[in-house]
């Protein structure tokens, strides 16, 4: 099966950059969609297709992929974006999640 | 703007059975490949299987876990979309969720607001 590791926690400074790792083999060859979900409340998608921003996702969400990482950044962090996020892939007709991050705004 | 509703989560027995639903509107419901996700307490997120349009052929894809144990149905006809679950265990203890499937190496969303099921004695 294919696994994603993410770190399980990244804390970040108010207005600070943060950056979350969904780490797999040769997942640069894959298309990489990012969630966020906030206590209590289902997923939302935040990137599609690795870098791609649905509407109404603000432009401070980005994401790159390449070689064995794909990473979440989120600029000029708000209080508001304190919650899990995950990576997801497809493989094999399988579809598969990270393990998920929690973000804390400090 | 599409909205998916999931209902019927319950407690049930290990070994027992529950089906739960989940009614979309705001989309076109037979065009769409839909999912199931779940999600036990503090933990990650689980992909559960996936049903593919009747359009696309209507495959059905299951996760290795629930594969034998669990069916994805749909009724385009009312918008819904089913998940069976058989042979129940605790660890099927999770929030469930459904939610929209864009296709080959796509994204899930939306999701549905997530239905309950408990599986305890």
């Known amino acids: 099966s294919y696994d994603l590791t993410q770190p399980v926690s990244e804390s970040v400074a108010l207005g600070q950059t943060a950056r979350i790792t969904c780490g797999g083999n040769?997942?640069?060859?894959?298309?990489v969609h990012w969630y966020q979900q906030k206590p209590g409340q289902a997923p939302v998608l935040v990137i599609n297709?690795?870098?791609n921003r649905p509407s109404g996702i603000p432009e401070r969400f980005s994401g790159s992929n390449s070689g064995n990482t794909a990473t979440l950044t989120i600029s000029r962090a708000q209080v508001g974006d304190d919650a899990d996020y995950y990576c997801?892939?497809?493989?094999?007709?399988?579809?598969?999640f990270g393990t998920g991050t929690k973000v804390t705004v400090l | 703007e599409e909205r998916l509703v999931e209902s019927g989560g319950d407690l049930v027995k290990p070994g027992g059975s529950l089906r739960i639903s989940c009614v979309a509107s705001?989309?076109?419901?037979?065009?769409?490949?839909m999912a199931w996700v779940r999600q036990a307490p503090g933990k990650g997120l689980e992909w559960v299987g996936r049903?593919?349009?009747?359009?696309?052929?209507?495959?059905?894809e299951y996760a290795a876990p629930v594969k034998d144990r669990f069916t994805i149905s749909r009724d385009d006809s009312r918008s819904t979309l089913y998940l069976q679950m058989n042979s129940l265990k605790a660890e099927d203890t999770a929030v469930y969720y459904c939610?929209?499937?864009?296709?080959?190496?796509?994204?899930?969303?939306?999701w549905g607001q997530g239905t309950l099921v408990t599986v305890s004695s």
């Open positions: 939610a929209h499937d864009f296709g080959v190496s796509n994204w899930l969303g939306p």
């Open positions: 297709r690795n870098t």
């Open positions: 049903i593919k349009s009747k359009t696309s052929g209507g495959a059905i």
């Open positions: 997801q892939v497809w493989d094999s007709s399988t579809c598969v």
């Open positions: 705001g989309v076109s419901f037979r065009d769409s490949w």
């Open positions: 040769n997942i640069g060859s894959k298309s």
